[in-house]
């Protein structure tokens, strides 16, 4: 692992940085452009220009996509997997005679195929409707992209799959790859950098699994900070900002320890390690060193401790030191063995926690392979964030997840989708509006944001909350990048 978890959690700041710029640049054209207009011809051009301008960047502009739409999306995957060129006829997908897709049902299958939009599909989202599914891709896409084909095995074995454009014309030839069957139930331990990000990424997969074999939740940190909401909800009892974000902390820590009871989990593998949020990159640099929370000033993690289901090293002095967090997953994976760890992708999530948890689980793994030389048998990856794309995946809850954009090539993992039926997408909902940090009301320029997408674009949200990751992870699937060790 060790070579692979060293990937610099400020690119997306920069392409951020550079987005902004663009922005700014654009509307002081545009600015100039109406105040020309007006001078030339009359006064009310500009409040009317500037409303107009302001509705085209909320319905356009605003959905943080850094890269071109018109960039092939770049995967390689290993050299066994089973690949075979297809074709894209009178909206049905062909395989050759020759290919066997006895297995499909529960396989991993996504199809490689060039996508190019429409003149509508520069203001509509493009999609492809996959048998009974629609997957969602980028405004004025032109480039290849990476279809889930994961749920239709029974119709691709009967020859059925109706493959069909909507804002967007699909390329008569594609590549189909198939990766390996649903693995076996195992000891699982999942690595959370924070109290959702379990239930974000994989409750579908763990509350199948809990009912097969054991399943283990280590949460990273308490989750305090940014606890503005927290503090309007207690302004009558004159809550101060380290108040706030105390019991914003002790909050989310409950919620790590009780929502996967929802899913299957008990509480005697959940484990809730209590260090502050945005504090583990400087932890690393520094690893002898404590770091304090940024909101809350609080220094000591034993407080949310005390209903962990066995002692920690950390517990001695509750130091929040890089040392203790190495000390406390070793504790961790040495108590539980997990089979399969899963854990945020280092290449992928950009988020500065999800990189430094990707760090210390490569730390941590080195230190056993050190000492008495157990490892996992398996890593699954998963991304709750993107460099490039805010919005992945793209298009309405319940809907497909196709791959997300990869500009650059990575490493040549296989790939496991986990398919999840109406009742799971429901359970998982809920498991999502259980979480405390996920209750936040939506601004009123968000509130007003949607409002015209969808009128202008046809947009949904669910109906099963208004935060963003509502629509965004409870989907049809679950994807995971697995490397052996």
Not at 377 to 391: G, M, P, S, T, V
Request: aromatic content about 8%; hydrophobic content about 40%; some cysteine.
């Amino acid at each position: 692992m060790s070579d692979v978890v060293d990937t610099p959690p400020a690119r997306k700041h920069v392409l951020l940085q550079r987005y902004r710029r663009r922005k700014r640049l654009a509307m002081a054209a545009v600015l100039l452009a109406l105040g020309g207009l007006t001078a030339s011809l009359s006064w009310w051009l500009l409040p009317l220009g500037l409303l107009l301008a302001w509705i085209i960047h909320e319905v356009v502009f605003a959905d943080h996509l850094f890269y071109s739409p018109q960039q092939d999306y770049l995967y390689r995957f290993p050299p066994d997997t089973r690949s075979v060129a297809c074709t894209v006829e009178e909206g049905r997908l062909r395989l050759p005679a020759s290919f066997d897709v006895a297995d499909a049902a529960a396989a991993t299958m996504f199809l490689k195929l060039h996508l190019r939009r429409t003149w509508l599909g520069y203001w509509f989202d493009p999609a492809v409707q996959i048998g009974d599914d629609c997957q969602t891709f980028e405004r004025g896409v032109d480039g290849v992209r990476y279809l889930n084909l994961s749920s239709q095995g029974a119709q691709l074995r009967e020859g059925d799959l109706r493959l069909q454009g909507r804002f967007c014309r699909l390329a008569a030839q594609g590549e189909l790859f198939v990766f390996a069957p649903r693995p076996a139930p195992a000891r699982i331990l999942i690595v959370a950098p924070h109290a959702d990000d379990a239930e974000l990424a994989a409750f579908g997969l763990y509350s199948t699994l809990a009912k097969e074999g054991e399943v283990s939740i280590v949460t990273l940190t308490q989750g305090e900070i940014e606890a503005d909401h927290i503090r309007r909800l207690g302004c009558d009892m004159g809550l101060t900002q380290a108040q706030a974000a105390r019991l914003k902390g002790r909050l989310r820590s409950w919620d790590s320890l009780a929502i996967p009871l929802w899913g299957g989990v008990p509480g005697t593998h959940c484990v809730q390690l209590g260090y502050y949020c945005l504090r583990l990159p400087e932890m690393r640099a520094a690893p002898e060193m404590p770091f304090a929370s940024r909101e809350s000033g609080d220094a000591d993690t034993r407080p949310v401790r005390r209903n962990n289901p066995f002692p920690l090293p950390g517990d001695r002095d509750g130091q929040p030191t890089w040392s203790n967090l190495l000390a406390d997953l070793v504790a961790c994976f040495s108590h539980y063995r997990p089979q399969r760890i899963l854990m945020p992708h280092p290449e992928l999530d950009p988020h500065a926690d999800h990189v430094a948890a990707a760090q210390a689980v490569a730390e941590a793994l080195r230190q056993l392979a050190a000492g008495d030389g157990w490892q996992p048998e398996e890593i699954f990856l998963y991304a709750n964030h993107l460099h490039d794309n805010d919005r992945w995946p793209m298009g309405a809850a319940g809907t497909g997840v196709p791959l997300p954009p990869a500009l650059t090539p990575l490493p040549a993992d296989t790939l496991y989708c986990h398919p999840l039926d109406a009742a799971q997408q429901l359970d998982k909902a809920m498991a999502l509006r259980m979480q405390h940090d996920l209750q936040t009301p939506l601004p009123a320029k968000k509130r007003l944001r949607r409002m015209l997408q969808r009128l202008l674009l046809g947009r949904r949200w669910p109906a099963t909350g208004e935060d963003e990751f509502l629509r965004k992870a409870v989907r049809r699937h679950e994807v995971f990048w697995v490397r052996r060790i």
